[in-house]
C-alpha cells in the first residue's frame, strides 16, 4: 500500500523546493518560473506573484538562491547550496509532482471536474436549502463516501 497523498501543509511547506526545482537547470526571472510551475502542473495549478516573489527573497536570504538585475528584471539562479539542499528533498517534489498527476486522472478519468461543480453548487446554494433536503444531500454524500470506501477497500487489500 503506497502512503496517503501529500498534504495540503506540506505542499505549501514544499514550494520553495519546487521553485529550486524550475531553477535547476537554468537562470529565470521571476514570471518565467510561474510559468515553469504552471507547465508541470499542465496550466492546472498557476502560483501568484504573492507566493513567487517572497518564496525567492526567502532562498535568496538562504543563500539558496542569487540574483541579478538585467534591465527592469531580477534573473534568479540556483546556488551549488540550493542544489545541495534541493537534492535533499527532490522527494518532497517528486511526491508533489507525483499528486498533480493523480489529481489530473482524477479530474479526466472519473469526473473529478462534475463533482466539484456540484459542490460548488451546493456550498454556493446551502443556505437556500431547507433541513429536508440539507438530509437528503448527507445521506446521497454518505452513501458516495461508503461506496468509494468499498471500492478502494478491495483494491487496497491486494
Same mark, same amino acid.
Given at each position: 500500500?503506497?502512503?496517503?497523498?501529500?498534504?495540503?501543509p506540506?505542499?505549501?511547506?514544499?514550494?520553495?523546493?519546487?521553485?529550486? #526545482?524550475?531553477?535547476? $537547470?537554468?537562470p529565470?526571472?521571476?514570471?518565467?518560473?510561474?510559468?515553469?510551475?504552471?507547465?508541470?502542473?499542465?496550466?492546472? #495549478?498557476?502560483?501568484?506573484?504573492?507566493?513567487?516573489?517572497?518564496?525567492?527573497? !526567502?532562498?535568496?536570504?538562504?543563500? !539558496?538562491?542569487?540574483?541579478?538585475?538585467?534591465?527592469?528584471?531580477?534573473? #534568479?539562479?540556483?546556488?551549488?547550496?540550493? %542544489? %545541495?539542499?534541493?537534492?535533499?528533498?527532490?522527494d518532497?517534489?517528486?511526491?508533489?509532482?507525483?499528486?498533480?498527476?493523480?489529481i489530473?486522472?482524477?479530474?479526466?478519468?472519473?469526473?473529478?471536474?462534475? !463533482?466539484v461543480?456540484?459542490?460548488? $453548487?451546493?456550498?454556493? $446554494?446551502?443556505?437556500? !436549502?431547507?433541513?429536508?433536503?440539507k438530509? %437528503?444531500?448527507?445521506?446521497?454524500?454518505?452513501?458516495l463516501?461508503?461506496?468509494? $470506501?468499498?471500492?478502494?477497500?478491495?483494491?487496497?487489500?491486494?
Open positions: 500500500m503506497r502512503d496517503p497523498p501529500i498534504s495540503v506540506r505542499i505549501r511547506g514544499a514550494f520553495k523546493y519546487l521553485v529550486l #526545482y524550475v531553477l535547476r $537547470n537554468k529565470m526571472h521571476g514570471y518565467s518560473i510561474m510559468q515553469e510551475i504552471s507547465k508541470l502542473f499542465d496550466g492546472k #495549478y498557476i502560483p501568484s506573484p504573492g507566493i513567487v516573489y517572497p518564496t525567492l527573497q !526567502l532562498l535568496e536570504d538562504l543563500g !539558496l538562491v542569487e540574483s541579478k538585475t538585467e534591465g527592469r528584471r531580477k534573473i #534568479y539562479v540556483i546556488t551549488e547550496e540550493g %542544489k %545541495k539542499e534541493l537534492e535533499k528533498n527532490i518532497v517534489v517528486e511526491e508533489m509532482l507525483l499528486y498533480a498527476k493523480e489530473k486522472t482524477f479530474f479526466e478519468e472519473l469526473g473529478g471536474a462534475e !463533482l461543480r456540484a459542490i460548488s $453548487n451546493l456550498i454556493k $446554494n446551502f443556505s437556500r !436549502l431547507d433541513e429536508e433536503h438530509q %437528503k444531500i448527507r445521506e446521497a454524500l454518505e452513501s463516501a461508503r461506496a468509494i $470506501n468499498e471500492i478502494l477497500e478491495g483494491v487496497i487489500e491486494q
